[in-house]
Structure formats: C-alpha cells, structure tokens
C-alpha cells in the first residue's frame, strides 16, 4: 500500500509532465484569444452544490461523488466537475455585477468514482470554460468553435462534433410525457437505476450505459421531435454561426450528457481511436443552473475538455509534441580547484536567464560528458584548473560534435549566440 498509488489515479512523470503543460499553455493561449480569464475554485466543496447544480438522478451523483463528513461535520464532496463550482463562485463573489458576459476558464483535477479502464480515471483532469450572461445563439457557437480549434491546434484529426438541442422548461415537459409513454410498457425490462429515474428524470434513460436500456430506447421519442419554436430558432442560429466558421457537425439527436442542468445547445466530441471512452470534451448551454444554485436566473454556457482522453488520442495519432527538454548548458568540472568556479559559473548562467545544470556526484569528466548526453543538454561548458589560470573554458557543442576554447569573460554572450 505505502508504495502503491490509488485505483484511477496516475503519477505524471518528468518526461510526460512536459506534455501536459505544453497542452495547457495552447489553452491558456487560445484563452487569452478569445477574451477568457482564468478562474481557481477550491477542489473541494459542499455536497449539496453538486447534488443541485449535477442533478440528483445522474451517474456522477447517484454513484461517482467522493463524498465524505469533515471533522466539523459537514458533508464535502470532491469536485466531480467545474460548472456548478465556478456558479456557485459566480454567485458568491458577485460577478453579475460586473460587465457580462462573464467568460472563465479552468484547468484542473476532477475526481469520480468510476470503473477505470483505458481513458477513464477517478482522478482525471480538465480544461473547461464557462460563459455567464449571454443567452446569444453566437456564444454558443463561440465556445463550440473554442473546443475544436484547441483540438486542432494539437494537431488531432479524426474528431466528431455532436450537437443537439435539448429544449428548455416549456419543451422538456412534453418530451417528459412522451418518452414515459415510450418507456412504460417495457418498464420492468429497465436496469433498476432507471426504473427509479422513469418517474423523476426519464430523459437520463437515454444516457443509461446498459446495453438492454440502450436497445430499449433506440426509438424513443429525441429532444428535437419536442423543440418549441424558440428553441428550434436558437438551434438554427447556433448551427448558422457554425456553419459561417467552418466548423462540422453531426446533428444527434439522441445525445443527452451525463449531466442535468443542460437546456438548448449540448454537444459533445468524439474520437473512434481510444476504445470506448470516446468522449474527449462536451458541454452545452445550462440556463436554468444558476437560479437552481440561488442566483437570479442568468444564462450560461461551457465545455470541458478531458486531458488523459486527449493525450491518449495524440499519442495514438502519433503526434509528437514541440518540447525541449535538457538544460541548454552543462557545466563539467575537471579537478576539485574548480569546482567552486563550475558551481558559480551555473548560477551566473541561471541568472542570464540560460538554463543551467551540473554534476553533484563527483563523477569522471567521461561520467559527466555522459550525464550530460543522457540530460540532452546542447553546449557543456568543460572547465578545469589549467583553463581556469588562462581564464578559459572549453565549450562542445553536443550536436554538432564540435568544440572550441573561448575566454570566460566572453562565455554568457557566446552561449546566448549559439544555444
Ligand atoms: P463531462 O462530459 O462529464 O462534462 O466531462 C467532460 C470531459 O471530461 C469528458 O468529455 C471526458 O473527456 C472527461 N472525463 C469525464 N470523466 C472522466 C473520467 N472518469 N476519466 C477521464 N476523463 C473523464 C462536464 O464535466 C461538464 N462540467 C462540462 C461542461 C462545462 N458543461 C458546461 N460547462
């Protein structure tokens, strides 16, 4: 157990953790674009915001919380999404009052108690945005074309946009009735879980991972059958933003999401290359979330991207990532009446902004120039007792195979030069 991680979690190691931040400073970048701030919420919060804000007959709440009682108490919950966190800080800190739309965005660790398997974790990570204030057809299609350019940045191919409408609270009732007329003359073939949600949630039915529930509601009655006129105007005008931008989308109108506060626009994108856990991002409009949290009733919309689920899906693409890894520079010592001036030369590098490093193992200078090949450094900077006295140091350029004497007084500007 001591050197054992938990079931769902993962190390990200020096060598991978490269990649990640690559991956989230492209979102960061592509925020910084599109007008979004970031937001930090605590990773922990009450149970009841994710019991409201999710829905009580979703997968995430009924099985997958990380729900414990503090020693105060209380019931807290380990964030299993963003969206209802970054309302409830919304509402907490006020920020209706400021111009809208209010656009945010998050990156970070999501836990869910799920089975895991290829793609599927209980600690797993996010990049998310979310959009306070606009009811706009054009945000929709804003944070929609947000997703697919980080993906395309990546370099991912091979993605499919869904997107559905999921009506709002004058359709949902109607679609209500009709998918209970549907479901109820083969009610008791339904997996227990939603023979409970028949009556409260029978939309959820749609979402159920059981493979006798998925055949039972092949034809049952979809959102778009149920659309009002409003809705069905919306859903227009989002699909003409997409359109005017180039961006492709599957109309499926079968797609619910695991979630319950969605209203309007849901989409979600997929990828046939990771196995079943195909979902690498979804989202949608959740108009009713913050009145259902004790705000005033404000629009909102957002996605969330899954980060392993994208790594997984570049890595079986074979895209290869732009990372340096290695210091620029190595400074090997040769002789112990060096090694004060090796020691300070590193700093002294370190503080021109060049990245430096060393070796504190007294190797052999062959052990050095070998570390320093392992590190993948560029230039290693040999410095001994007799180049000291002339005032040099050898420097080799390790790719090019090459090296040359250059006086120390000249080292920082020759290195800037090369590297
Ligand atoms: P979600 O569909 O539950 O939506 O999660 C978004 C993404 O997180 C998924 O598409 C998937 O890539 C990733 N993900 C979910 N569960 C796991 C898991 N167990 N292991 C690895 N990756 C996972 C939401 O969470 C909504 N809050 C999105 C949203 C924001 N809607 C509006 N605003």
């Not at 999404?81 to 209706?96: D, F, H, I, Q, S």
């Not at 999501?110 to 945000?139: C, K, L, T, W």
């Not at 499926?252 to 209203?263: K, S």
Request: hydrophobic residues 35%; glycine residues 10%.
């Amino acid at each position: 157990m001591l050197t054992t991680r938990p079931r769902g979690t993962n190390d990200i190691l020096p060598g991978e953790v490269e990649k990640w931040q690559y991956l989230e400073e492209l979102a960061r970048q592509v925020c910084r674009e599109y007008g979004y701030s970031e937001i930090r919420t605590p990773i922990f919060e009450h149970t009841e915001l994710f019991a409201r804000g999710v829905g009580e007959t979703t997968d995430i709440v009924e099985k997958e919380m990380y729900t414990f009682t503090d020693r105060g108490d209380r019931s807290i919950t380990l964030r299993p999404e963003g969206t209802a966190a970054v309302v409830r800080a919304y509402l907490e800190n006020k920020l209706y009052a400021l111009p809208q739309p209010i656009k945010l965005f998050y990156i970070g660790p999501m836990f869910r108690y799920d089975r895991p398997q290829a793609g599927r974790f209980r600690q797993f990570h996010q990049f998310g945005v979310e959009v306070f204030g606009s009811n706009s057809p054009a945000i929709d299609a804003e944070v929609i074309a947000m997703a697919m350019d980080i993906y395309h940045r990546i370099g991912l191919t091979n993605l499919e946009l869904h997107i559905n409408s999921v009506g709002c609270p004058q359709c949902r009732p109607v679609l209500r009735q009709k998918l209970q007329e549907y479901f109820r003359p083969q009610l008791a073939e339904l997996c227990p879980n939603c023979q409970g949600r028949f009556d409260r949630n029978p939309l959820r039915i749609l979402d159920c991972k059981s493979e006798k529930c998925q055949e039972i509601g092949r034809h049952a009655p979809t959102t778009l059958d149920v659309l009002c006129p409003e809705c069905q105007a919306h859903f227009e005008l989002v699909k003409g933003y997409l359109d005017a931008v180039g961006v492709k989308y599957i109309v499926d109108n079968r797609l619910v999401r695991g979630l319950d506060y969605y209203t309007n626009t849901a989409f979600e994108i997929m990828t046939r290359d990771i196995g079943a856990q195909s979902s690498i991002g979804g989202g949608g409009r959740y108009n009713g979330l913050i009145e259902a949290c004790g705000g005033s009733a404000a629009p909102g919309i957002g996605f969330a991207l899954g980060l392993e689920r994208i790594l997984l899906t570049a890595e079986r693409q074979g895209i290869t990532f732009p990372i340096s890894r290695g210091p620029a520079v190595f400074v090997a010592t040769v002789g112990a009446g060096a090694e004060t001036e090796s020691f300070a030369l590193v700093q002294k590098l370190r503080r021109h902004g060049i990245a430096a490093d060393k070796d504190y193992l007294g190797r052999s200078l062959k052990a050095q120039m070998k570390y320093a090949g392992k590190l993948d450094a560029r230039l290693v900077i040999i410095l001994g007792e007799e180049e000291l006295s002339r005032g040099v140091a050898v420097v080799r350029n390790m790719q090019a195979g090459s090296q040359e004497e250059v006086p120390l007084a000249d080292i920082i500007s020759y290195v800037k030069e090369v590297q």
